[in-house]
């Protein structure tokens, strides 16, 4: 059997961390408004972990961000400058 590397996208989540600030929302607040721990919310941003559907949206709502800037928060794949 060949070997088969899974792929897994690295995201940028800059955006995403500036606005939390900007909203006063620490990974600790934002995690228990999410009913999630703070080690765990911790790992997604720092993709260790995935965001899941329901929690883009909760984040998205709580934090205003608007249905067509979901992608710039949460799908900017970091680029690697050579």
Same mark, same amino acid.
């Given at each position: 059997?060949a070997? #088969?590397?899974i792929? &897994? &996208?690295?995201?940028?989540?800059s955006?995403?961390? /500036?606005?939390?600030k900007?909203?006063?929302?620490?990974?600790? /607040?934002?995690?228990?408004?999410l009913d999630?721990?703070r080690?765990?919310? &911790?790992?997604? #941003?720092?993709n260790?972990? &995935?965001?899941?559907?329901?929690?883009?949206?909760k984040i998205a709502?709580l934090l205003?961000i608007?249905?067509?800037?979901?992608?710039?928060?949460?799908?900017t794949?970091?680029v690697?400058?050579?």
């Amino acid at each position: 059997m060949a070997n #088969l590397e899974i792929l &897994s &996208s690295v995201y940028d989540y800059s955006k995403l961390k /500036t606005r939390m600030k900007e909203h006063r929302y620490s990974i600790g /607040t934002l995690a228990e408004d999410l009913d999630i721990t703070r080690v765990s919310l &911790s790992k997604k #941003l720092n993709n260790h972990q &995935s965001f899941t559907q329901d929690e883009i949206v909760k984040i998205a709502k709580l934090l205003d961000i608007d249905d067509d800037q979901i992608a710039l928060y949460f799908f900017t794949s970091v680029v690697n400058k050579k």
